[in-house]
């Protein structure tokens, strides 16, 4: 089992930069599909990026290609989510979540969530 803790949320204007930390538990964290999902208010959540467990397999929404970024330090246990040249579109509650092995990117093919951050990009 993994607990995750998702930092770095915050008020950016349009155009700014957010780094997203999501920090996991347990000592099977290596093994672990990781993904990032947004929850816009009124809206269901959303995939937004997810990596595999060695780093080397990414894959992002069309929404967010070139200019959100996952990567993934095993040795520290946590996920990141770069975000440059954010727009009022992206504001959103993100959630980290991780699956035992890749299924797909439906909330549904994960097992394991945080609480969530905001992220709020004003115009």
């Known amino acids: 089992q993994v607990q995750l803790v998702e930092s770095g949320g915050g008020l950016v204007q349009a155009g700014g930069s957010l780094r997203l930390s999501c920090a996991a538990s347990?000592?099977?964290?290596?093994?672990?599909?990781m993904g990032w999902f947004r929850q816009a208010p009124e809206n269901e959540r959303k995939f937004v990026a997810r990596i595999s467990w060695s780093g080397s397999s990414t894959r992002y929404t069309d929404s967010v290609k070139g200019r959100f970024t996952i990567s993934r330090d095993n040795a520290k246990n946590t996920v990141y989510l770069q975000m440059n040249s954010l727009k009022p579109e992206d504001t959103a509650v993100y959630y980290c979540?991780?699956?035992?092995?890749?299924?797909?990117?439906?909330?549904?093919?994960?097992?394991?969530w945080g609480q969530g951050t905001q992220v709020t990009v004003s115009s």
């Open positions: 979540a991780a699956a035992t092995y890749y299924r797909g990117t439906d909330y549904s093919d994960y097992n394991y």
């Open positions: 347990g000592r099977t964290f290596s093994s672990y599909d």
